[in-house]
């Protein structure tokens, strides 16, 4: 009976509280539920109308999706950056402007060169006979020699021989009677053959003469200067054994004297021919000596990648020694070009801009594609136009307002 009775009390409590852990479930399950429809709400409403957008038919989605792809024209075509400025700040800044117009481009192209010898003012001297030597008159390197002036003599029996041979021909020339024309014209071939070999040895028409007056051989032959210049090398002493063809002088005249200058490739277009160039000194004063451009090598080095051109010049007083480093300014002017000066160009090294002044107090910024540099101008090949005015002073001030304007 006991057992029976709590047993009864045990099953009247479950059965209580069965009610209460219902309401708990359906509380819970109504939480789940609300949470669920708000974040719907909040992140499902692009996805439905996406969805319900799918429902239209195909021409509307391709027009859609061809606005939506295709920008705006003020988005394809992006205006160019402006900046308006008053009249006391642009005084402030000292904004000036220039017009770009179409003019000779002139350039100087500086270098360095080296002084060389006039090679065609540049003589060996050398006799035809062999002979021993009797007397040095120049007997240095360095000496100053006038054209005509004795530089040594020779003694040589095959010039004795011919000189011989020559008066013979002439004694038996006056002793030919006159009445015999065969005769005569075999004797008067006989003299000028000797005396044509004479010649060939470089025998002068003033020895020739003094022989035919005394008819008595010299037994030293002299050998003159050919030029007017100095002795730059001397390869003979006192009674040396010469040799037909031995070079015995070399002498250059050092009155016009050539520079040989190297020249990049990229300036290489802009010299001719005949332009003018300065040559100046490193020690010197401030003297200036003119100079011609005469010729162009036409082979690039590989190694340097330069081209030699060679400059003529007069060189008063010798002041210019062969192999001398001088100075080389050549004055290199192109042809008519768009340019504008090139203090107005901003270079970042990536890209240059310029200011254009499109109406007084605003500056439009453009990006140009420069040609060739010049002294003081630069062409445009891209982004000005002719009678623009372009800001050649304080665009550095109006660029960085700019930037301040842009966010930038």
Known sequence: ???NWKLESENWKVKSERPRFAERLIYVHNLLCAMALMLLIAFGTPAL???HSAHGTKTQSAAAATQAQTPPASVQEEAAPTITMSDEK???IGVRTATAGF???DKQIRTVGKVEVNETRLAFVNTKIAGWVKKLFVNFTGDQVVKGQPLLSIYSPDLVTAQEEYLLALRSGTTVSEGIAEVQASQQSLIDSAKRRLFLWDITEEQIAALEKTRKTNTEMTIHAPLNGI????????????????NLYKIADLSTVWIIADIYEYEVPLVKVGQQARVTLPYSSGEVLHATVSFINPVLDPMTRTVKVRIAVKNPGLVLKPDMFVNVEIMAASRARLVIPRS???????????YVEKEPGVFEMRKVTLGVRGENEVEVLKGIKKGER??????F?????????SGQ
Do not use: H
């Not at 107005?344 to 310029?354: E, F, H, K, N, Y």
């Not at 109006?398 to 930037?403: H, L, M, P, V, W």
């Open 231 to 246: 002795v730059l090398e001397k390869m003979v002493l006192d009674g040396a054994y010469i040799t037909p063809g031995m």
């Open 390 to 395: 372009v800001v050649t002073s304080g665009n």
């Open 49 to 51: 109308a996406q969805d």
């Open 1 to 3: 009976m006991g057992n």
């Open 103 to 105: 003019r000779t481009l």
């Open 90 to 92: 642009r005084q402030l």
């Open 344 to 354: 107005a160009v901003l270079d970042s090294g990536t890209r240059q801009i310029v």
């Open 397 to 405: 001030l109006i660029d960085s307002e700019s930037q301040l304007q």
